[in-house]
């Protein structure tokens, strides 16, 4: 959940309606926000990770109105052909590749509208941009800068300028290692030989993304006019979080203007258009609604919906959370409402119970909580070039991928547990060591089966540290061994993301169950890990539970 601060007074104005303390935290929780009263007009709002679009009070108050049915159905934003643009130099493709921008003019801004834009834009760098990582956003005065623009790579002593709070030039290393912001982000530019920049036609740096911007730049209340730049490694991210900015500052009566970044006019308001199957929405929900109810519940949720052999749904341009049409029918559940849906007992009789994949999880899970580490959870979809750059090839068949995927991020469905969890050492490295996690989680292997691949639940441990090897994953795994009442067999093996002769097979009851050992120093590099790394993976549909 992520906390947002916002003042009742300023929402019930944008949404045009007054609200009761006991009317917010009755139906708050619908939209997947929980509303706690601070003092006077302030609240506290929690809002739902999946829904980044509600992390300002412009956009909480453009969906309660849909919501209230005040304002319902998709909202029609304008974007006028802007005179701005920005180059991108092929230098930023390996630091920090996509970018997109836009200008917001003849805004009245207020120093509480400042902080709830700052307030934004912090809580997308949180959330979406996990820490800056994958996104970062830079809000400029346009008046107090000179286009065209270039986003280019530098090499750190050949720039300086004065950073935001600071009265002297510094340059770029110097920022990293003495600034405030610099120090808080530079894991993200860590072994980067050079470091992105924005600067106008008379270079001037206008920012060092994802660390901080000019001062030369800095917005106040007698600013109008915005350059807004979105920088970061997924484009699809980059774009919806321009996209969440650009219309929370055109609810506020704000013109936008495109900016050519390239030969790419940016950013793109148009809507995402899906298909609704009204009768698969009935078998998954047990709703049996009419088309134009289903209608109804969409265009309250902000879509724009249109009926034919199946629902034409317009999504709009801010919702960063809608993949597949299973998005769509929860949100015209929320509309129904979920108070409105009355239980059935199923006509059954039979007991439930735990499948023994579960019991066998619960207690893989317990011991590996003593051995000291931490739990992960993570995606069962995976960026293909995790997969590819640990098998160590462009593809061994042994994986699913995913056909037309909306993001990079989602390209393929896992095979191993590896690459995730490297993936969360990779995101800690600013935190202290040792450091090792695990995940009992969901992997699909292609197989034989009509379908073509199949489900297995497999255990993933990693451990990271100054000299961690293979004797230390080793003994977590006899712990694991002693919990669950068998015994292991370790064979000497190699695997292409283990160092050689640093790693086995791992075999019970004379069937091979997983593998274990040292990654290789081309894995470590590929995850920018620094620190020596080891791990092993079970296949925990090949282990009995013994007690």
């Given at each position: 959940m992520s906390n947002i601060k916002i003042n009742k007074k300023e929402f019930t104005e944008l949404v045009g309606q007054e609200f009761s303390d006991q009317k917010l935290d009755e139906e708050a929780s619908f939209l997947g926000s929980h509303w706690n009263h601070v003092e006077g007009d302030k609240w506290d709002v929690e809002v739902y990770p999946n829904r980044p679009d509600l992390l300002s009070v412009e956009g909480l108050s453009r969906a309660y109105r849909g919501f209230f049915g005040i304002d319902t159905g998709l909202e029609g934003y304008n974007v006028n052909k802007g005179d701005i643009h920005i180059e991108v130099d092929g230098s930023v493709e390996n630091v920090r590749p996509h970018i997109g921008c836009a200008v917001v003019r003849d805004l009245d801004l207020t120093e509480r509208m400042i902080n709830g834009l700052i307030q934004l834009q912090e809580k997308l760098h949180e959330t979406m941009g996990r820490r800056r990582e994958k996104l970062a956003i830079g809000l400029h005065d346009l008046s107090a800068i000179e286009p065209p623009f270039e986003y280019k790579a530098v090499e750190a002593e050949t720039v300086s300028f004065t950073p935001l709070e600071h009265?002297?030039?510094?340059?770029?290393?110097?920022?990293?290692?003495?600034?405030?912001?610099?120090?808080?982000?530079?894991?993200v530019l860590e072994d980067e030989d050079k470091y992105p920049i924005i600067v106008d036609s008379e270079d001037q740096v206008l920012s060092f993304p994802p660390i901080i911007n000019n001062q030369l730049t800095e917005?106040?209340?007698?600013?109008?006019d915005l350059f807004?730049?979105?920088?970061?490694?997924?484009?699809?991210?980059?774009?919806?979080?321009?996209?969440?900015?650009?219309?929370?500052?055109?609810?506020?009566?704000?013109?936008?203007?495109?900016?050519?970044?390239?030969?790419?006019?940016?950013?793109?308001?148009?809507?995402?258009?899906?298909?609704?199957?009204?009768?698969?929405?009935?078998?998954?929900?047990?709703?049996?609604?009419?088309?134009?109810?289903?209608?109804?519940?969409?265009?309250?949720?902000?879509?724009?919906?249109?009926?034919?052999?199946?629902?034409?749904?317009?999504?709009?341009?801010?919702?960063?959370?809608?993949?597949?049409?299973?998005?769509?029918?929860?949100?015209?559940?929320?509309?129904?409402?979920?108070?409105?849906?009355?239980?059935?007992?199923?006509?059954?009789?039979?007991?439930?119970?735990?499948?023994?994949?579960?019991?066998?999880s619960k207690i893989i899970r317990d011991s590996m909580v003593g051995t000291g580490a931490l739990e992960a959870l993570t995606y069962l979809h995976e960026n293909e070039k995790n997969l590819t750059s640990m098998i160590q090839k462009e593809d061994d068949g042994n994986y699913v991928k995913i056909e037309n995927p909306l993001s990079e991020e989602y390209s393929a469905v896992r095979h191993l547990m590896f690459p995730s969890l490297l993936q969360v050492l990779k995101q800690n490295r600013h935190n202290g060591y040792p450091q090792n996690f695990f995940e009992t989680s969901d992997v699909v292997e292609t197989d034989d089966s009509d379908i073509g691949a199949s489900e297995k639940r497999k255990l993933g441990y990693v451990e990271s540290g100054s000299d961690i090897g293979f004797t230390d994953v080793r003994k977590k795994l006899q712990v694991l061994e002693r919990d669950l009442g068998i015994e292991i067999e370790v064979k000497e093996d190699n695997k292409p993301f283990f160092r050689a002769g640093r790693s086995g097979r791992l075999i019970l009851d004379s069937e091979e169950i997983g593998f274990i050992g040292e990654f290789s120093h081309k894995v470590l590099e590929n995850w920018e890990l620094e620190m020596e790394t080891a791990g092993f993976e079970l296949d925990l549909e090949k282990i009995r539970e013994e007690r």
């Open positions: 009265e002297k030039e510094m340059q770029l290393g110097e920022i990293l290692d003495e600034h405030e912001k610099g120090r808080e982000y530079s894991w917005v106040h209340s007698g600013t109008t807004i730049d979105v920088t970061g490694k997924d484009r699809d991210k980059v774009q919806k979080a321009l996209n969440i900015i650009v219309t929370a500052l055109a609810e506020r009566n704000a013109r936008i203007d495109s900016v050519k970044v390239n030969d790419e006019r940016m950013p793109d308001l148009s809507p995402e258009e899906f298909e609704l199957d009204p009768e698969y929405l009935r078998e998954v929900s047990g709703l049996d609604l009419s088309k134009t109810e289903i209608i109804n519940r969409l265009k309250k949720m902000k879509f724009g919906a249109k009926a034919g052999s199946e629902i034409k749904v317009k999504v709009p341009c801010y919702r960063a959370d809608i993949m597949h049409q299973y998005d769509l029918i929860e949100d015209v559940i929320i509309a129904h409402r979920y108070t409105n849906i009355k239980p059935e007992i199923p006509n059954i009789d039979q007991i439930g119970d735990k499948q023994r994949i579960e019991n066998l």
